[in-house]
């Protein structure tokens, strides 16, 4: 979409309640219930002249030229929504300014439609008063007031209302949840210590109510928990954020290394820092957790005093609860004993190696403790809510850098300090693994590896420290070694939710069976963070090795809804153009192709290019587009591709044969086993190596379909042996995509 100038519209904001949920629990249904919603919303929307500008799998942004078309087409779409598979919808509208940047619609209206359809819940018809104004004297609309809402970043308070035509569910006001802003109040020290005794006298109800009225066994419950960033109540606040936040963060740690426990993420959990949202809501949120932990902080020195609580999510009653005191030195053991009661209350059986790695004490040096503290709250702020852009570098953002920067100069200090605490070199490695990822910064790699073994040597249960050393391999392009330090991780703490991911990218083309499994464990620990829309991304190029379209269509799809950042998006896009030019849906890869390159990704220019001269016979245009290409990167690859465009369209002939030769030279030596250079033996009339080759590649990005098309092949083309090789391939493909989707079906995945 091209950018155009600012005008006023009624927006419309739909979003399937619970679809993550419904994505991890029953995927099969979470597909017919995405296929219901998209054919009901497009026929709506068509209906009352609307316009769909984004599509995000489970929800979309719509606008229309009257609010009235607005309203008459939200209660169409909810009444169609309302047959078997019924699609939980809420819905928002707003009117106000819109305009389009870089493929991508903007403007305040969005943001405030967006913020009214996050207070909504199944069957709502949520708007602004702006909405109201417009449909108020109209007969067939009635609307009820559910009062003023500050929402994020948006300046004043807006009036929802609520449609309350019959069959429409009206919500109460207590039970919105959504994007409000979060109110920080300061508490003066006598406040502290009423809050203090309020809790106390809270946690002494909630023992008595344990002990006397609740009862029931939770042995057959799944064992899910989330550690709910803890409250800060010390005096001195600022002072003691940082230990507040080590004090939750490596409990966490401790309870991962509990493998029949499944914590939540805590970059998942980050979000729900000084929330208002009750337990039952986060628990939804958070994919349908059993339970979830709570914890006060309150320090003055080297004294303090944590007040804890464990609640059945799905009752919302009190589990069990309690108040340590103690010495900041102690805060290790105490760590333990929380984890050792929190594996009882959830009927939990600890083996010795478990024992043995809780019971770790990271450090003595009570300095060295809250450096760590300091350092480890400066990586939640620099990387947990951190949204990478598609191309620049971590240099070109001033904030960040320097973010970074501080970080770093952080973990120095505490390794300054006690030089033999692991987690010190631990930290110090993931901040340079940050700044390498967000590079490029190639000789940053070495650093990473040393910082990492040094953390490994000084504790090798560390499983945080495996995984870095395992990427730092995976980048070197040591597959061996790779595996070889996640699975010991995988050993070490087996709900980790960085571990489960790294398998599940490692084992995408070799085994997606595997791949699968840990990537959709990857989401129920990781569900809502900025990582969750790469791991859908990942899970879409799995579901794309093996040739399960409409999947990989699914999770890209899902990538872009969840992401509000140009790095995964752009990976995303990259998938879909690849899905659909498999599917033979040469204007949906130009689409999405169109708006990679909006994004800065010239690598769907391939794809483009590929499109026009194998599927639309345009090989004229697919040489300009190879051209362009050309001219806007400096390290070029796949030029026979180029050359193919140029001989079908018959130019230039002497170019496309020194394109050919070059990429030919190249690929044999870099690449000596892949799709392409069987492609170009075959091309010249060697079918001996190109078949041999073919024999022995993997078939990934759904390539089976590819060379269905690809002209490479035409040599081949009417070849039995090449027919042969191409259904086995195609049937091996089928075979495993029906084994995982029998496993899923199964709850196996």
């Known amino acids: 979409m091209q950018n155009q100038r600012r005008h006023l519209a009624a927006i419309l904001f739909t979003d399937i309640v619970g679809y993550t949920a419904m994505m991890q629990q029953d995927e099969s249904k979470a597909v017919a219930v995405s296929k219901k ?37 939200a209660i169409k779409i909810q009444q169609g929504l309302k047959q078997e598979p019924s699609v939980p919808l809420r819905i928002g509208l707003h009117i106000g300014e819109i305009f389009f940047e870089g493929g991508k619609v903007f403007g305040d209206g969005v943001n405030v439609a967006s913020r009214v359809q996050s207070l909504g819940q199944a069957n709502t018809i949520l708007f602004s008063g702006e909405i109201n104004n417009k449909i108020k004297n109209n007969t067939d609309f009635k609307s009820v007031s559910l009062g003023k809402f500050e929402f994020k970043n948006v300046d004043d308070p807006v009036e929802v209302f609520a449609l309350a ?19 920080r109040r300061k508490y003066s020290s006598k406040k ?123 009752s919302g009653k009190e589990k069990w609860s309690k108040e340590y005191s103690g010495e900041v030195d102690d805060i290790f053991v105490l760590q333990e004993n929380i984890a050792q009661k929190i594996a009882s209350e959830m009927q939990v ?63 120095n200090r505490v390794l300054e300090l006690d030089s033999s605490m692991a987690e010190g070199y631990v930290l110090k490695a993931k901040t340079l693994l940050f700044k390498y990822k967000n590079g490029p910064f190639p000789g940053l790699l070495d650093s990473v590896m040393s910082v990492g073994q040094k953390a490994v040597s000084l504790n090798n249960n560390s499983a945080d420290a495996l ?92 990538t872009i809804a969840l992401s509000s950042n140009s ?46 001269c194998y599927l639309k016979n345009d090989c004229a245009k697919a040489a300009e587009l190879y051209e362009n290409l050309w001219n806007k990167i400096h390290e070029h690859n796949y030029e026979h591709r180029w050359a193919i465009a140029l001989w079908k369209a018959g130019k230039k002939p002497d170019l496309a044969q020194r394109l050919f030769d070059s990429s030919f030279a190249r690929e044999k030596v870099n690449h000596p086993i892949s799709y392409d250079l069987a492609g170009m033996y075959a091309y010249k009339g060697d079918k001996e190596n190109a078949y041999r080759i073919l024999k022995e590649i993997d078939w990934e990005w759904g390539m089976p379909y590819l060379i269905k098309i690809d002209p490479l092949f035409d040599n081949l083309r009417n070849d039995k042996e090449f027919k042969d090789l191409v259904q086995k391939a195609l049937d091996e493909k089928t075979k495993l995509r029906e084994k995982i989707q029998k496993m899923e079906d199964a709850g196996e995945l």
């Open 349 to 411: 059986s600890i083996t010795p190696d478990e024992q043995n790695r809780i019971s770790r004490v990271s450090t003595k040096n009570t300095k060295a403790l809250d450096a760590y503290n300091e350092a480890l709250n400066a990586y939640v702020t620099l990387v947990y809510t951190f949204q990478s852009t598609y191309s620049p570098s971590i240099v070109s953002n001033p904030k960040l850098y320097a973010d970074y920067l501080k970080t770093l100069s952080l973990c």
């Open 467 to 558: 995984i870095i050393l395992a990427s730092c391999y995976q980048n070197r392009g040591d597959q061996k070694s790779t595996e070889l330090f996640l699975q010991k991780g995988l050993a070490i703490s087996p709900n980790n939710f960085e571990v489960n991911w790294e398998l599940g990218k490692y084992y995408t083309v070799s085994d997606p069976e595997k791949s699968v499994r840990f990537l959709k464990k990857s989401l129920r620990l990781n569900p809502l963070s900025v990582w969750t829309p790469l791991v859908y991304q990942n899970l879409g190029n799995t579901y794309l090795t093996v040739c399960d379209f409409e999947k990989a269509e699914l999770c890209f799809k899902k």
């Open 165 to 183: 035509n019959e069959g429409f569910t009206i919500p109460k006001r207590e039970q919105l949840g959504g994007k409000l802003k979060e109110t």
């Open 37 to 73: 919603y998209l054919s009901v919303l497009q026929t709506s929307v068509s209906e009352f002249e609307g316009e769909i500008l984004n599509d995000y799998g489970d929800g979309s942004l719509c606008s229309f030229p009257s609010a009235r078309d607005a309203i008459r087409c």
């Open 192 to 314: 502290v210590i009423i809050i203090a005794a309020i809790a106390l006298l809270l946690i002494a109800a909630g023992f008595l109510y344990k002990n006397y009225f609740n009862k029931t066994s939770d042995s057959n419950k799944e064992k899910t928990i989330a550690i709910l960033p803890f409250k800060n109540i010390s005096i001195n606040k600022e002072e003691n954020e940082p230990f507040c936040v080590g004090v939750a963060l490596e409990l966490q740690k401790k309870v991962e290394l509990l493998g029949a426990l499944i914590p939540i993420a805590p970059q998942s959990v980050e979000r729900f820092r000084d929330t208002k949202m009750s337990i039952a809501d986060i628990a939804r949120d958070l994919g349908g957790i059993s339970y979830i932990l709570q914890g006060n902080v309150l320090r003055d020195k080297n004294r303090f005093k944590i007040f804890i609580s464990l609640v059945d999510a799905i």
């Open 567 to 612: 790095s995964a998006t752009a990976f995303a896009i990259f998938g879909l153009a690849v899905t659909y030019q498999r599917m033979d849906k040469p204007d949906s890869v130009f689409k999405y192709a169109d708006w990679g390159i909006r994004l800065g990704d010239n690598n769907v220019i391939y794809f483009k290019a590929e499109t026009y």
